[in-house]
């Protein structure tokens, strides 16, 4: 019977079963700065470039010529910015102007009213489409809290963003209305949530 070749346990090689080796790394996440931790999606700046690129598409679509460094400059956001928070959204043309694209696939977070006063739905629009439709829902409802429901009744029914429905029918519209009077949260407050 030949003897079987066992390898040398650790304390026969080098002394103490942990020298020489390397300890497991762990790190709490509390030891990491919160701005390290902190997730680019909540970023502000983020969201407000996200905001100019609006501004932007909306002047053209009214032709207006709105240049990226006053966009952002209205909206208190650092141009360079966008270099780290958007790398996709904006591109310079052929005479250097800084412009944004037609579409891209940002998501962006809003805050929908509800019929129960200081309840607010999270819903997440996906990509420029979707964005821009919640923006005008949202500007829509803001139009019909001011007795003004023509911009509502232009708003195409049945709109789904998220899984939630965009209600705009004035009894539905009302409801809401009237909970947003009763809210301590001003619906300003609420109007965006953040982007990714």
């Known amino acids: 019977m030949r003897p079987s070749k066992r390898r040398p346990s650790q304390a026969h090689r080098g002394g103490h079963p942990d020298k020489g080796l390397k300890p497991k790394r762990t790190v709490d996440a509390l030891s990491i700065p919160q ?12 969201a407000k470039l996200i905001q100019v690129a609006g501004d932007m598409r909306r002047a053209e679509a009214r032709g207006e010529k709105l240049t990226f460094s006053r966009a ?12 780290v ?3 996709a959204l904006f591109y310079k043309d052929s005479s250097g102007r800084i412009l944004p694209r037609k579409s891209d696939s940002y ?3 809003f805050s929908i009213p509800t019929t129960k006063p200081d309840v607010f739905d999270s819903i ?10 919640v923006g005008h829902w949202l500007n829509a409802l803001k139009a019909a809290g001011d007795g003004d429901f023509s911009h509502l009744q232009n708003f195409p029914k049945n709109t789904f ?3 939630r429905r965009l209600p705009t029918a004035p009894y539905e519209v009302q409801k ?3 909970a947003l009077e009763q809210s301590e949260t001003a619906f300003e407050q609420q109007y965006y949530g953040g982007a990714r």
Do not use: F, Y
């Not at 701005?35 to 983020?46: I, W």
């Not at 997440?124 to 439709?133: F, K």
């Open 85 to 87: 928070h958007v790398t």
């Open 161 to 163: 963003i998220d899984g």
């Open 72 to 83: 952002a400059r209205e909206r208190g956001v650092d141009p360079r910015s966008r270099h």
């Open 124 to 133: 997440t629009a996906r990509g420029s489409a979707e964005r821009s439709l």
């Open 176 to 178: 809401i209305l009237t």
């Open 35 to 46: 701005s390290k931790r902190a997730n680019k999606s909540a970023s502000p700046s983020r």
């Open 107 to 109: 998501t962006q977070s």
